[in-house]
């Protein structure tokens, strides 16, 4: 088992800047593809970015290239999400997920979630 705990969310005007937090503990070495995902309001789940422990390696959606950085810290087992130039757009729910070896962009790939942190953006 993986539990992992999100933090750093809350209210920015547009142009500002937040970061995301995501501890996990458990069985951590057992999670290689470490992901945020968001749920804006009456959408579905999307994925946002996700890196891997193994290569270093980051993915992003495309609307997010350029402002968001995905990182992580093995020795911590923590993963950030530096978001920067934020859009009223990017105002969701985002959660942290966690699986076993490649990344994917479909949710329902993932293991492990966290409870999400809410981040709000205003115009």
């Known amino acids: 088992q993986v539990q992992l705990v999100e933090s750093g969310g809350g209210l920015v005007q547009a142009g500002g800047s937040l970061r995301l937090s995501c501890a996990a503990s458990?069985?951590?070495?057992?999670?290689?593809?470490m992901a945020w995902f968001r749920q804006r309001p009456g959408k579905e789940r999307e994925f946002v970015a996700a890196?891997?422990?193994?290569?270093?390696?980051?993915y992003y959606r495309n609307d997010v290239k350029g402002r968001f950085t995905i990182s992580r810290d093995n020795a911590k087992n923590t993963v950030y999400l530096q978001m920067n130039s934020l859009k009223p757009e990017d105002t969701a729910v985002y959660y942290c997920?966690?699986?076993?070896?490649?990344?994917?962009?479909?949710?329902?790939?993932?293991?492990?979630w966290g409870q999400g942190t809410q981040v709000t953006v205003s115009s």
């Open positions: 458990g069985r951590t070495f057992s999670s290689n593809a």
């Open positions: 997920a966690a699986r076993g070896s490649s990344y994917y962009t479909d949710p329902r790939r993932y293991d492990y």
């Open positions: 890196v891997l422990r193994s290569s270093g390696n980051t």
